[in-house]
C-alpha cells in the first residue's frame, strides 16, 4: 500500500471499555477483518494483557505490539498486529469477567479521556470506543452517567447529544440518562431547537444533503389537541416553528409510534426524540447490531458501539463485532466529511 493511500486512511483510536465486558473480544474478533484496515489505521488504547488473554481464549493469530504515544502518528495497519497503548498503571488482566469493579471503571475512564486527548491534538482523527459500565465509573468515584457526558466535560462543549444511526436514520436525543421523571422537567424550547441543529450538521456529515427532520411529540397521539397534556403546544411546536424560520425542514411534533413508522419507509432523515427510551427503543428494534452511537456537537469524530458490556455474555463466544464494524465505517465517513469541511467544500 503507497503511502499516499496510508495517509488517506483516518487514524482512529479505539478504546478499550470496561475490561469485564465484552469489549477486548470485538476488538480481537473485529480486528483480522480486511474491513477494517481497508478503512482506517486502528490502534487501540487498552491493556495489552487483556488483549493477549483475549487472544489465547479466542485462538485468534492477532499479535499485540504495546506503544507509546509518540509512535501512534506513523503507525499502519496490519491485520495481523494489533498497535496497543496504555495510558494507566492499573493493572486490570486478573479481573473477573462480567462483574463490576472499580479499577475497570477507572481504566476505562483512562483509556477514554487518552483518546480524547489524542483527537483534540490532532495525533489521531477520531476515536471509536467500546462500552464502559456506568456501575463501574461509579464504583471507581467518577460521577458521570456515561461515554457523552465526559467526552462533552473534556472537549469543553455546550452543546452536544447523543445520536443512534443505522442505515442513513439518525435519532438525537433531548434529554440522556437521567430518570423519566426528571427528563420531562428538561424538556424546552430552546433544547429541542438545538437538537434540530445539532442533527442537522451530523446529518450533513453523514452525506445527506439536504435531512429531513422530524420532532417526536411527548404525549400519547401529540396529546390530542390538549386532551393528554400541553407539551405539544406549550414547549413542541414553538420549537419547530422557529427552527422552520431558521430554515430547518422540520416538522412535529409526530406521534412516536407513527413517526418511527414513517422514519423507517425512508419519509425522514433524522428525528429527535425527547427521552433515552423514545429513541433507543426504535432505533435498536428497527436493527440493533448495525445501530451506532454518534456524539454530535464535539470538535473530534466520537462513534461507538450501540449496546452496553454485555455481562451476561462476556466470554462465551457469542459477541457479535457488527456494530463495532459499523462504528468504524461511520467513523471514517464523518473524518473525511471534516477534511473537506476544513478545506470549504460545502457538504
Known amino acids: 500500500m503507497s503511502n499516499q493511500e496510508s495517509s488517506d486512511r483516518p487514524l482512529l483510536a479505539w478504546t478499550l471499555g470496561d475490561v469485564a465486558g465484552v469489549g477486548p473480544e470485538l476488538v480481537v474478533q473485529a480486528w483480522p477483518s480486511p474491513e477494517v484496515h481497508a478503512l482506517c489505521r486502528p490502534v487501540v488504547i487498552g491493556s495489552p494483557d487483556v488483549l493477549r488473554r483475549v487472544i489465547k481464549d479466542l485462538g485468534s493469530p492477532v499479535r499485540i505490539e504495546p506503544i507509546s504515544v509518540d509512535d501512534i502518528p506513523g503507525i499502519t495497519s496490519s491485520s495481523e498486529i494489533m498497535p496497543c497503548f496504555d495510558p494507566t498503571e492499573i493493572a486490570v488482566d486478573h479481573l473477573t469477567l462480567g462483574?463490576?469493579?472499580a479499577a475497570a471503571g477507572q481504566a476505562a475512564h483512562d483509556y477514554l479521556v487518552a483518546g480524547i486527548d489524542l483527537a483534540v491534538a490532532g495525533i489521531v482523527e477520531g476515536i471509536v470506543t467500546l462500552p464502559l459500565h456506568k456501575e463501574g465509573l461509579h464504583a471507581a468515584g467518577l460521577p458521570y452517567p456515561g461515554h457523552t457526558e465526559i467526552l462533552a466535560e473534556r472537549t469543553g462543549s455546550r452543546e452536544?447529544?447523543?445520536?443512534?444511526?443505522?442505515?442513513?436514520?439518525?435519532?438525537?436525543?433531548?434529554t440522556l440518562h437521567m430518570s423519566l421523571r426528571?427528563?420531562?422537567?428538561?424538556?424546552?424550547?430552546?433544547?429541542?431547537?438545538?437538537?434540530?441543529?445539532l442533527i442537522d450538521t451530523m446529518m450533513r456529515q453523514l452525506a445527506v444533503p439536504e435531512p429531513r427532520l422530524a420532532v417526536a411529540a411527548l404525549n400519547p397521539h401529540a396529546s390530542d389537541g390538549g386532551l393528554?397534556?400541553?407539551?405539544?403546544?406549550?414547549?413542541?411546536?414553538?420549537?419547530?416553528?422557529r427552527a422552520k424560520v431558521k430554515g430547518f425542514d422540520v416538522v412535529g411534533p409526530i406521534p412516536a409510534d407513527t413517526l418511527f413508522v414513517r422514519a423507517s419507509k425512508g419519509e425522514f432523515d433524522g428525528?429527535?426524540?425527547?427521552?433515552?427510551?423514545?429513541?433507543?427503543i426504535a432505533l435498536k428494534l428497527l436493527g440493533w447490531r448495525e445501530a451506532v452511537n454518534i456524539t454530535v456537537g464535539l470538535p473530534i469524530v466520537r462513534t461507538s458501539v450501540a449496546h452496553g458490556t454485555a455481562y451476561d455474555i462476556v466470554g462465551q463466544g457469542k459477541s457479535d463485532p457488527t456494530s463495532l464494524l459499523e462504528a468504524l465505517r461511520v467513523a471514517s465517513l464523518l473524518c473525511r466529511s471534516r477534511r473537506r469541511l476544513r478545506n470549504g467544500e460545502v457538504l
Do not use: N
Not at 160 to 174: A, E, K, Q
Not at 232 to 237: D, G, H, M, P, Q
Open 160 to 174: 452536544y447529544g447523543m445520536m443512534l444511526y443505522r442505515r442513513g436514520l439518525g435519532v438525537l436525543h433531548v
Open 99 to 101: 462483574q463490576v469493579h
Open 182 to 197: 426528571k427528563a420531562l422537567d428538561s424538556i424546552t424550547q430552546s433544547a429541542i431547537e438545538e437538537k434540530i441543529a
Open 271 to 280: 428525528v429527535v426524540a425527547l427521552y433515552h427510551d423514545q429513541g433507543h
Open 228 to 241: 393528554f397534556g400541553h407539551e405539544e403546544a406549550s414547549i413542541v411546536s414553538p420549537a419547530v416553528e
